[in-house]
């Protein structure tokens, strides 16, 4: 069957592709627009920079197998709402939540799910706000919502992310009990140095709001 369903996931792929592909488009050009208006009112870039990606459909297939999601492939792409993704690296913890509020002031835009992973990380240690988000898509004949994740994080915690699943991809399974101690270790570091960054970026904003020009 994992055959016949990768061939059957092909056969769209192109349309699939097309489709996440013009999403991704729109939410992107709405997170510039709002960082280059913050940037004139606050001079400040809540966004560090963004990267993006359509999933392959290998990785369709092997998250649609863990889920128990249906074999019919467009049933399948309206059950995974993280086909279309985009990885917004804020430079500090307030900023992610700024980009956030925002996105979420957004009438057409609709917010289907939210996972905080800071305020709650999880147990290996990852952090990350997780936003699923549905936005319309004009296309020559119709009009399509179609869902993107949008993860925002600072850079530390991108660098750990980053790092975690290059090693997990490593090991190829189970990480040893004190490797997986030490990145949450590691994480719990990191989140200590962003409130660190945070406390001394709001104090220099303070200072320059204060100061009499
Ligand atoms: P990729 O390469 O980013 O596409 P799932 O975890 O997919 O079974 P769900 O509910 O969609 O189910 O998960 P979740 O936690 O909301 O988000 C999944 C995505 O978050 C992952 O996508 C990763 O990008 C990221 N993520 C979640 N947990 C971790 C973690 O422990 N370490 C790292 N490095 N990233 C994590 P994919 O599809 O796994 O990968």
Redesign the pocket.
């Known amino acids: 069957r994992q055959n016949s369903d990768l061939k059957n996931i092909m056969m769209i792929y192109a349309k699939i592709h097309k489709n996440y592909t013009a999403a991704i488009r729109e939410v992107k050009t709405k997170l510039q627009n709002l960082d280059d208006d913050f940037q004139l009112l606050h001079k400040h870039n809540p966004i560090h920079h963004m990267e993006s990606?359509i999933?392959s459909p290998e990785?369709i297939l092997e998250?649609a197998n863990?889920?128990g999601f249906s074999s019919d492939v467009n049933q399948m792409c309206k059950q995974m709402?993280?086909i279309a993704?985009i990885?917004v690296i804020c430079c500090y913890i307030n900023d992610i939540y700024i980009v956030a509020d925002l996105l979420k002031k957004q009438s057409d835009l609709s917010i289907i799910r939210e996972?905080d992973?800071i305020k709650n990380p999880?147990d290996?240690?990852?952090r990350?706000l997780?936003l699923i988000v549905e936005i319309p898509v004009f296309f020559v004949h119709r009009v399509e919502k179609i869902p993107v994740?949008i993860?925002i994080r600072t850079m530390a915690m991108d660098f750990?992310?980053?790092l975690?699943?290059q090693l997990?991809y490593k090991a190829e399974g189970e990480i040893p009990k004190f490797i997986a101690e030490e990145l949450k270790e590691c994480s719990e570091n990191i989140a200590h140095s962003d409130l660190q960054m945070q406390k001394v970026h709001s104090f220099l904003e303070d200072l320059d709001r204060f100061t009499p020009k």
């Open positions: 990606r999933k990785s998250k863990r889920k709402l993280d993704g990885r996972v992973y999880k290996n240690g990852y990350s997780h994740e993860q750990w992310a980053s975690e699943h997990r």
